[in-house]
C-alpha cells in the first residue's frame, strides 16, 4: 500500500469510529474528533467515553494493518500524518510486530481487583446485613468488577485475533 492508500483507509477508519462521522475535523488533532463534542486539543483521554473510543480507533489500526502498536505508541496523540507514518514505521517492521504480539499474548491477567472487590462485596453484606446501602454498593462493585473483566476478555480477544493475522500474513 502507498501513503495516500494508508492514509485514506486511517481516515475511513476514523470516520467508523467517531459519534458524528460527517462532521469536520482537524487533521492537527484529529484524534481530539472522536467523541462529539470534540475534546481541546490532545485531551481525548481526560473522559471514559473518549478513552473508549481512543482505544477502540487504536485497535482497529492494528487490526486493519496487521500491526502492534507499543505502549509509547499508545500513549501519544498524533495528527493524521503522524499516525500515517507510524502504521507505515510498524508495517516495516514485521519482526517487531510478532515480539511484540507474543509478549502481549503470553502475558497472565492478574485478578487482584477483581477479588478486593469481591471480598469487598462479601463484607459489606455480612457486616451490615442485606439492606439498602449494602445493596447500592454491592451493585457497585459488581459493576465495577464486571466492567474490569468484560476489558481484559476483550483485549485477551484483541490481543489473538491480531496474532493470527500477523503470524497468517508472516507465512505468506
Same mark, same amino acid.
Given at each position: 500500500?502507498?501513503?495516500?492508500?494508508?492514509?485514506?483507509?486511517?481516515?475511513?477508519?476514523?470516520?467508523?469510529?467517531?459519534?458524528?462521522?460527517?462532521?469536520?475535523?482537524?487533521?492537527?488533532?484529529?484524534?481530539?474528533?472522536?467523541?462529539?463534542?470534540?475534546?481541546?486539543?490532545?485531551?481525548?483521554?481526560?473522559?471514559?467515553?473518549?478513552?473508549?473510543?481512543?482505544?477502540?480507533?487504536?485497535?482497529?489500526?492494528?487490526?486493519? =494493518? %496487521?500491526?502492534?502498536?507499543? #505502549?509509547?505508541?499508545?500513549?501519544?496523540? @498524533?495528527? +493524521?500524518?503522524?499516525?500515517?507514518? $507510524?502504521? *507505515?514505521?510498524?508495517?516495516?517492521?514485521?519482526?517487531?510486530?510478532?515480539?511484540?504480539?507474543?509478549?502481549?499474548?503470553?502475558?497472565?491477567?492478574?485478578?487482584?481487583?477483581?477479588?478486593?472487590?469481591?471480598?469487598?462485596?462479601?463484607?459489606?453484606?455480612?457486616?451490615?446485613?442485606?439492606?439498602? =446501602? %449494602?445493596?447500592?454498593?454491592? #451493585?457497585?462493585?459488581?459493576?465495577?468488577? @464486571?466492567? +474490569?473483566?468484560?476489558?481484559?476478555? $476483550?483485549? *485477551?480477544?484483541?490481543?489473538?485475533?491480531?496474532?493470527?493475522?500477523?503470524?497468517?500474513?508472516?507465512?505468506?
Amino acid at each position: 500500500m502507498t501513503e495516500i492508500e494508508i492514509k485514506e483507509k486511517i481516515i475511513e477508519i476514523f470516520k467508523e469510529e467517531r459519534q458524528k462521522p460527517n462532521e469536520n475535523f482537524e487533521e492537527s488533532h484529529f484524534l481530539d474528533f472522536l467523541t462529539f463534542p470534540p475534546h481541546k486539543k490532545d485531551n481525548i483521554k481526560n473522559s471514559f467515553k473518549g478513552v473508549k473510543k481512543y482505544y477502540a480507533f487504536m485497535k482497529r489500526l492494528e487490526l486493519e =494493518f %496487521s500491526i502492534c502498536l507499543t #505502549i509509547s505508541d499508545l500513549d501519544k496523540m @498524533y495528527s +493524521i500524518d503522524g499516525i500515517t507514518k $507510524k502504521v *507505515i514505521e510498524r508495517i516495516g517492521k514485521r519482526r517487531g510486530n510478532i515480539m511484540i504480539i507474543k509478549q502481549r499474548t503470553q502475558q497472565k491477567e492478574t485478578y487482584y481487583i477483581e477479588i478486593f472487590f469481591l471480598i469487598l462485596i462479601i463484607a459489606f453484606l455480612i457486616f451490615w446485613g442485606i439492606n439498602l =446501602f %449494602s445493596v447500592i454498593i454491592s #451493585i457497585a462493585f459488581g459493576y465495577a468488577i @464486571y466492567w +474490569i473483566l468484560n476489558s481484559k476478555i $476483550k483485549s *485477551i480477544q484483541h490481543d489473538k485475533k491480531l496474532k493470527e493475522k500477523i503470524l497468517a500474513q508472516e507465512q505468506k
